[in-house]
C-alpha cells in the first residue's frame, strides 16, 4: 500500500460535504416488515408496467393509525387491510396512510396497487431505437442506495429485512430472473408467469429482477446450482468469463468459515447497466460489457475481479447487512479485499500484494485531488456520495491493515466470527471490533480512530544514513501530513528491516511513529545493502525516500518484497540521472515480477534523458508480457523524439497481440506529435483514420485509443472534428463516451469557432438522461476554461437524477472556475508586464534623449 508521496502543490483536494449535506439516520421503525410479494405486469412496448405490492408487518406500537413509504414517482390506485380499504395521500416521494384502526400487535398485511409509466430510476425498460437498432429488450432494476422505492412502495432502507417473493409477467419469450429459487414458470399464451422466492430475509435495495431473451449458462457447486444469463450469442463469453465462479464460491465459502447461505446463484449480464456489478441477494446483475474475448483475456482481470466482488458481497452485504449507510464500508471494502484475496488465491502472493497497491493508490489519488473524510460518515447530500474511493479501496486496505496486525489465523477468526455471529443481521461498524475482540482478544479501536473515523494516512519522509566508524545506522522518519496541524499525527508501530546480503539473515525492528520527526540509531555488524521499512507492506501510507542511490539500487534489485523494490524504482525515478536511468533499465528487463516492470517503465517514461527512452525501446524486444508492453508504450509518450515517434507509429501500424498494448501506442503516438514532430501530424491522422476505420473490437478499446491519441492533437482542426464524428448518437457506447471525453481535452488549444463547436456538440449531449453519459461530459466540460462550460454543467447538475452525476458536475465547475481564474491571473499578469515593458521603454527613450544632449567633457 507504499506509493510515492504527492507533492503539496498537487492538492486540489475540497471539502467532502458539500452545500445542502445534513446528517441522516434510519428513520423510526413502526414496526418488522416480514415479507414482501411484489406481482407486476411488464408493458415492454410502452415501458410502463402495473403492479401489487403485499407488505406484511409486525407492528411495534399498537396505537399506530399512521405509516409513511417510500413510492417515489408510483401512482398509487388503492390501499388495502384485510379488504378494507384505507386514506392515503402521496407527494410523488412518499405514501402516507391514515388508517381506519390502529395496527394492534398482530402481523397485518397491506395490499398496495399502484402503476408506473416510463420509470426514471430503480427498474429500466432497455430496447432498440433509430440510433442503436440491435439492442436488446430488457428489463432490470438497480435498487442501491434508495431507489427501490422507485418500482415498489417499501420501507427503503437497508435497516429492515423481509423474505420476499415476485412474480413476473411477461411477453414471450423473454425470461425473468430474481431473488432466490424459482417456483414456477406459467404459461399464458402469449404472455408467462414467472414466480421467484427468497427465503432468507433481506433489505429492499437487494431485491431485483432482469428479463430479457436470454440464454442460460449451467454450473453447480456442491448442490447448489450456478447460472450464467447473456444474450443468445454471447455463450462463449460467457464461459470464458464467468467460469471460475465455482471455484471462488468454494474459495469464499472457507475464508468466511460459512457456506455459500442462498438457494442459487445467478449472474445476468445486461445492456446499459450504470454499474460494472450489483449483488442482488443471490442474483448478480452486471454490465454486458465485462463479457471478455480471447484477445481481451490476454491481460484483462478485470472481470475476474468483478466477479470476485460482487460473489463476495454474498456474504459482506447480503448474509451480513450493514444497519445504515454510514457503515457501508464493511461490504464494499471486504468485498474490495476479496478481489486481493482471489488474485492471491489464483495467481501469487505479489499479484496479490501489487493488486493491493492499485488499490490504495485509486484512494489516494480521490484524497489528494477531490477530498478527504472519514470513511464512516453520516453527513451528505445522498447516500450514493458514499460510494467512492474512500469506502471501496480505502475500506479494502483496513481489512488489509487488520490482517497484517492479527495474522493470517487471527484474521480468518476474526472474519469467520463476524460473519456467523451476524448472518441474516444487520451491523455496524461496532461489531467488527467486537468480532476482532471476541476472536482474537485484540482491541483494534485505536487503528479504526485512526484510520476509519477520521480521514487521511501517514505520509512519511524517510531518510538513512550509515556510519562507517562507528557503525551505526541513523533513520529518521517524518510525518509530512503533520507540518501544518499535529492532530493530523498517527501513532503508529511499524517494521524496519536491514538487509545484508543473500545468505545473511535480516535484521527487524519495531519503531514507534508518534512525533512530527524521529531518529532512530542502530548498531549493525555491517553495512546494511537494502533498507525497508514496512517490508510486508502492511499500513497504509504514502512514502518518499532519501536513500542513497546504490541503496535504493539495490532494493530495486534484491527487496523480497515486490511493493519495496517497486518503492525503490519511484524513489530511483524521482533522481533521474544517469545511474537511475542504468538501474531502472536492468530492472525492466530482469525483473521476476511483471508488475515490477511495468512501475519500472513508468519511471522511464518520467525521466527526461534520451537514455531512458532507448532504454524503453530496446525492452520491446524482450518483453513479451502484454500488461509490460503496455506500459512501455504508454511511458514511450513522454519522449517525443524521432525514434519514439517511429517505434510508436511501427506498433499502432503493424498491431499488438493486446487490445491494451494497442492502444496504448495510439494514445502515446499523439501525445508526441509536437515541436519538432509537428510535421508528423498528417501521416499520424491518416492511421488514426484507418484505425478508427478498420479496428472495431472487443469494447472499443483500440478505437478509443485512437481517439485518446487525437485528443492531444490541441491546435488541430481536423482532429477536433474527427472526434466529433464518433460523439454523435449510433456510435458504439464505449467509443462515443470514449469521444465526448476526448473533447475536453482537444479543446484547450483550439480556435474559436472549433471551440464553438465541441461547446455545442456537448450542451446538446448533456441533455441525455443516461447517467454514463453526463459522466463523461462533466469530465469532458471539467477540462475547459470557458464560462459556457459553466452554463453547461449547471444545467446538467438540476437535470440530474442521479447524485453521482450531480456531484461530479459540481466538481467539474469548480475545477472550471479554478482554470478561469487562472487564465484571469495570467492575463493581469502579462498586462503588468507590458505595462512595465513600456514604462522601462519609456525611461530608455528619455535616457537616451538626456544623453544626446549632454555635451562631452561638460558638467551639468
Not at 471539502?15 to 423510526?28: S, T
Not at 399464458?188 to 431485491?207: A, E, N, S, V
Not at 454471447?234 to 471460475?244: M, V
Not at 508492453?629 to 509518450?637: H, P, Q, V
Amino acid at each position: 500500500m507504499s506509493f510515492l508521496a504527492f507533492d503539496a502543490e498537487q492538492n486540489q483536494r475540497q471539502p467532502f460535504e458539500l452545500p445542502g449535506a445534513r446528517p441522516h439516520y434510519n428513520p423510526d421503525r413502526p414496526g418488522q416488515v416480514e415479507r414482501i410479494a411484489l406481482e407486476l405486469s411488464l408493458d415492454l412496448a410502452h415501458c410502463s408496467f402495473v403492479g401489487v405490492c403485499r407488505i406484511t408487518l409486525r407492528p411495534l406500537r399498537p396505537e399506530l393509525r399512521t405509516l409513511t413509504l417510500d413510492a417515489a414517482g408510483l401512482t398509487i390506485e388503492r390501499v388495502q387491510i384485510q379488504a378494507v380499504s384505507q386514506p392515503f395521500e402521496q407527494d410523488g416521494e412518499k405514501l402516507r396512510l391514515n388508517l381506519l384502526a390502529p395496527l394492534g400487535t398482530a402481523p397485518v398485511t397491506l395490499d398496495i396497487a399502484y402503476r408506473v409509466e416510463r420509470p426514471q430510476r430503480g427498474l429500466y425498460f432497455i430496447g432498440p431505437d433509430e440510433h442503436y437498432p440491435d439492442k436488446p429488450v430488457q428489463v432490470w432494476t438497480q435498487g442501491e442506495d434508495e431507489d427501490s422505492r422507485f418500482w415498489f412502495p417499501c420501507f427503503d432502507y437497508p435497516g429492515q429485512l423481509a423474505t420476499s417473493e415476485i412474480r413476473v409477467e411477461i411477453a414471450k419469450p423473454y425470461q425473468v430472473v430474481s431473488n432466490g429459487a424459482l417456483q414456477s414458470q406459467e404459461d399464458r399464451g402469449k404472455t408467462q408467469i414467472f414466480h421467484w422466492r427468497q427465503d432468507q430475509p433481506h433489505p429492499t435495495y437487494l431485491m431485483t429482477l432482469a428479463a430479457g431473451d436470454f440464454a442460460c449458462l449451467t454450473d453447480q457447486w456442491r448442490q447448489i446450482p450456478i447460472t450464467y444469463w447473456v444474450e443468445k450469442g454471447q455463450e462463449d463469453s460467457a464461459r470464458l468469463s464467468l467460469g471460475k465462479t465455482p471455484r471462488m464460491v468454494d474459495f469464499f465459502s472457507a475464508v468466511f468459515g460459512y457456506d455459500y447461505p442462498f438457494a442459487q446463484y445467478a449472474q445476468v449480464c445486461v445492456a446499459d447497466f450504470i454499474f460494472g456489478g450489483m449483488e442482488n441477494t443471490a442474483t448478480t446483475l452486471l454490465t454486458d460489457r465485462c463479457l471478455l474475448d480471447e484477445r481481451a483475456a490476454l491481460d484483462n482481470r478485470n472481470t475476474e475481479s468483478l466477479v470476485a466482488h460482487e460473489l463476495a458481497h454474498q456474504w459482506f452485504g447480503d448474509l451480513v447487512v450493514i444497519k445504515h449507510w454510514s457503515h457501508a464500508w464493511l461490504k464494499e471494502g471486504m468485498a474490495s479485499y476479496a478481489e486481493v484475496l482471489w488474485t492471491e488465491q489464483e495467481y501469487s502472493l505479489d499479484d496479490g500484494a501489487y493488486y493491493l497497491l492499485g488499490e490504495a493508490r485509486n484512494y489516494l489519488q480521490e484524497d489528494a485531488s477531490r477530498y478527504r473524510r472519514p470513511i464512516v460518515t453520516h453527513v451528505y447530500r445522498e447516500a450514493i456520495e458514499l460510494y467512492d474511493r474512500h469506502l471501496y479501496e480505502k475500506g479494502a486496505c483496513v481489512y488489509h491493515m487488520i490482517r497484517g496486525l492479527l495474522g493470517e489465523a487471527g484474521f480468518q477468526k476474526a472474519i469467520q466470527t463476524f460473519v456467523r455471529d451476524h448472518a441474516h443481521q444487520t451491523v455496524e461498524t461496532v461489531d467488527l471490533l467486537r468480532a476482532i475482540d471476541k476472536a482474537t482478544g485484540a482491541n483494534l479501536l485505536w487503528l479504526f480512530d485512526q484510520y476509519v473515523f477520521r480521514g487521511g494516512h501517514p505520509e512519511f519522509k524517510l531518510a538513512y544514513s550509515w556510519d562507517a566508524e562507528a557503525k551505526l545506522a541513523r533513520f529518521t522518519a517524518t510525518q509530512t501530513q503533520a507540518e501544518k496541524d499535529p492532530k493530523d499525527l498517527f501513532n503508529l508501530k511499524i517494521p524496519l528491516a536491514f538487509y545484508f546480503g543473500a545468505d545473511e539473515p535480516a535484521l527487524e525492528f519495531t519503531l514507534h511513529l508518534q512525533d512530527k520527526e524521529q531518529s532512530f540509531y542502530f548498531p549493525l555488524p555491517q553495512a546494511p545493502a537494502m533498507v525497508c521499512f514496512d517490508p510486508c507492506n502492511s499500513f497504509l501510507k504514502t512514502l518518499e525516500l532519501d536513500y542513497p542511490p546504490q541503496l535504493l539500487a539495490a532494493q530495486l534489485q534484491g527487496a523480497p518484497s515486490v511493493i519495496s523494490r517497486i518503492e525503490a524504482a519511484l524513489a530511483l525515478g524521482k533522481k533521474g540521472d544517469l545511474a537511475a536511468v542504468t538501474a531502472l533499465g536492468t530492472s525492466l528487463s530482469a525483473d521476476p515480477f511483471w508488475g515490477v516492470r511495468v512501475e519500472v517503465a513508468e519511471q522511464l517514461g518520467q525521466v527526461k534523458l534520451q537514455q531512458a527512452a532507448d532504454a524503453l525501446i530496446r525492452s520491446l524486444e524482450t518483453n513479451t508480457d502484454p500488461k509490460v508492453r503496455k506500459a512501455i508504450l504508454s511511458a514511450l509518450g513522454n519522449h517525443k523524439t524521432p525514434a519514439v515517434y517511429a517505434t510508436l507509429f511501427d506498433r499502432l501500424h503493424s498491431g499488438e497481440a493486446s487490445y491494451y498494448s494497442e492502444a496504448a501506442a495510439a494514445r502515446s503516438l499523439g501525445a508526441v506529435l509536437t515541436g519538432t514532430l509537428s510535421d508528423k501530424i498528417p501521416e499520424a491522422l491518416t492511421l488514426f483514420q484507418e484505425v478508427l476505420q478498420t479496428r472495431s473490437g472487443w469494447n472499443e478499446v483500440v478505437r478509443a485509443g485512437a481517439v485518446g491519441g487525437l485528443s492531444h492533437l490541441k491546435t488541430s482542426a481536423e482532429s477536433t472534428r474527427l472526434i466529433l464524428d464518433y460523439t454523435e448518437l449510433g456510435t458504439s457506447q464505449p467509443l462515443r463516451l470514449a469521444a465526448i471525453r476526448a473533447l475536453g481535452a482537444v479543446s484547450t488549444g483550439q480556435a474559436p469557432e472549433i471551440l464553438t463547436l465541441i461547446l455545442d456538440r456537448l450542451e446538446a449531449i448533456a441533455q441525455e438522461a443516461f447517467f454514463l453519459t453526463q459522466v463523461a461530459v462533466c469530465g469532458a466540460l471539467g477540462q475547459m476554461e470557458t464560462p459556457k462550460a459553466l452554463t453547461i454543467l449547471q444545467s446538467l447538475k438540476e437535470r440530474s437524477l442521479d447524485g453521482r452525476a450531480q456531484r461530479l458536475a459540481e466538481e467539474a465547475m469548480g475545477q472550471v472556475r479554478k482554470k478561469i481564474g487562472a487564465e484571469v491571473k495570467l492575463q493581469a499578469i502579462q498586462a503588468d508586464l507590458e505595462r512595465l515593458r513600456e514604462e522601462n521603454q519609456d525611461l530608455k527613450s528619455r535616457l537616451a534623449k538626456l544623453e544626446s544632449q549632454s555635451t562631452p567633457g561638460t558638467h551639468p
